[in-house]
């Protein structure tokens, strides 16, 4: 329930931004692409600086969560994200930069070694 009021203050926070910048809202989901939890990151890189729309929201195995990036002229907008397993013995992590659509699905996953220490 909190994260369902979070994501929907995000979404409406996001809009009135997209507004104030003449670009128009586009809503993407967010889906976690596998069976485990993982916690996420996603910034909206449509816009300078960038601004962070998700940070370390856990979403469970095969979840959708819906947010709102600022878009360009033609519906799209940048997005990156960056995901943790749970799993703390061997964590696993994911990342990409990726163009969305309105109405698009962003998969995010964690399924490489992490790097660094």
């Given at each position: 329930m909190r994260s369902s009021m979070k994501a929907a203050s995000v979404c409406c926070l996001a809009l009135l931004t997209g507004a104030a910048l003449g670009g128009g809202g586009?809503?993407?989901?967010?889906a976690n692409d596998g069976t485990e939890d993982v916690m996420v990151t996603v910034y909206d890189r449509s816009?300078?600086?960038s601004r962070v729309v998700l940070a370390n929201e856990r979403i469970n195995g095969f979840a959708l969560v819906p947010i709102f990036l600022v878009g360009d002229g033609t519906g799209k907008a940048k997005v990156s994200w960056t995901a943790t397993s749970i799993?703390?013995?061997t964590p696993r992590c994911g990342h990409a930069d990726t163009v969305a659509d309105n109405?698009?699905?962003v998969n995010v996953h964690a399924n490489t070694e992490c790097s660094g220490a």
């Open positions: 586009v809503a993407v989901k967010i816009v300078n600086p799993d703390a013995v109405g698009g699905t």
